[in-house]
């Protein structure tokens, strides 16, 4: 069931030409960003599934640093990487996506993490608007600073 807005806090509009062979940007035109198809390696390209990653991963590091103060917790040096695969279905679609984050934060062990996980997971935008829609695996990590130069 959708659930309505009460008030907006922000707005934005994307605007689109071309598909995946195309090009993307935004109304104040911060973004603006050459497309390619997810397995072309085009230079100075992106896919639209790297965008969805980018955007599920800074919104889920703000939830998970929001339920981690309510703990009294400090949350700012979280990692989180969010990998979006995109596939094959047997639906009428045909295609779609899953979603898998994997998060660790410095002084904390998996097991204490896991528990926030599921917190944030309630309360990030993007975790709810794929909820039931996009299989969401969150996996909390042990830190491991080697992890934090890939990023």
Known sequence: MAVPLTSILYGTTAYA?????????TDD????LR???PRKKVP???NPEQLFAAGFAACFTSALAEVAAE????ASAAHVACEVRLGTTDTPAGYGLAVALTVSLPGWAAADLQPLLHRADAVCPYAQAVRGNVPLT???VDDDPAAHDRA
């Open 17 to 25: 030409v071309g598909g995946r062979t195309g090009s993307v940007r």
């Open 35 to 37: 497309l390619a198809p």
């Open 71 to 74: 703990y009294g917790a400090d």
């Open 29 to 32: 035109r911060r973004l603006d």
């Open 138 to 140: 969150l996996l909390a």
């Open 44 to 46: 100075g390209a992106t």
